[in-house]
Structures are given as structure tokens and as C-alpha cells.
């Protein structure tokens, strides 16, 4: 059996990655590329190099219509406060795979009504 000058053992590269979190459901583009369903999503670093400061989003819908690279995905979402309220609506350009589904906000306390009193 020949061998090439530049080939290296299988056993210098690792195997093994650190299990992700599977993104939801919603199966696969004809490039492999995971298809993006609604729902609540943490976007770090993975999803793409803009987000620095990770945001929390609810995505509306994927936007199929436009042409994307393989492993990227047009998103229509809105962003939310620590509270889980909308606070912008914007469309992003993500990879999927790298989109971390996040906890749902904590519930809101009611409001709290202040007392009345009645007149004397």
C-alpha cells in the first residue's frame, strides 16, 4: 500500500466534538443547511460573527425566497428584552446550526393597581 507524503493519521485529529444542543425540527435545505422554525432562539458568536453580544430572538419565519450561501439562512425575528418583550423587529442572516434554542421568559407579575379610596 502506497503512501503520500502528506498524509497524516486519523488519530492526530480529534473525533470527538462536544454535543450541541439540536436546533427544533423543522428538517433540511437540499444543502444540508437545517431549516429554521419558530420559536425562541439564543444568537451568539455561532449563528454569525455580528453577534458579539448575544441577543435573544423569537423568529417570525425563515425567508426561503432570498439566495443564501451553503449553511446560512435569511431569519425574520424580533428581538427581546430581558423581560422576553419585543423591542425590535429585524431579519438577520444567521447559520442555523449555530442558533440555541433559550429558556421562555420568566412570567410577568400582574399589574398591581393602586388602592381607591372612597370619598367622605
Known amino acids: 500500500m502506497t503512501r503520500h507524503a502528506n498524509t497524516v493519521p486519523t488519530s492526530r485529529w480529534p473525533t470527538r466534538r462536544a454535543a450541541r444542543p439540536a436546533v427544533a425540527p423543522g428538517g433540511t435545505r437540499e444543502d444540508g443547511t437545517p431549516r429554521v422554525t419558530p420559536g425562541v432562539y439564543l444568537l451568539t458568536r455561532e449563528a454569525s460573527p455580528q453577534f458579539v453580544r448575544p441577543i435573544t430572538v423569537r423568529v417570525i419565519r ?59
Do not use: N
Open 62 to 120: 425563515e425567508r426561503t425566497g432570498r439566495s443564501t450561501y451553503d449553511g446560512w439562512a435569511w431569519i425574520e425575528v424580533y428581538q427581546l428584552d430581558s423581560q422576553g418583550e419585543a423591542i425590535d423587529h429585524r431579519e438577520l442572516y444567521v447559520r442555523p446550526d449555530g442558533m440555541r434554542p433559550a429558556p421562555p421568559p420568566p412570567p410577568r407579575a400582574p399589574a398591581r393597581r393602586a388602592a381607591t379610596r372612597a370619598a367622605g
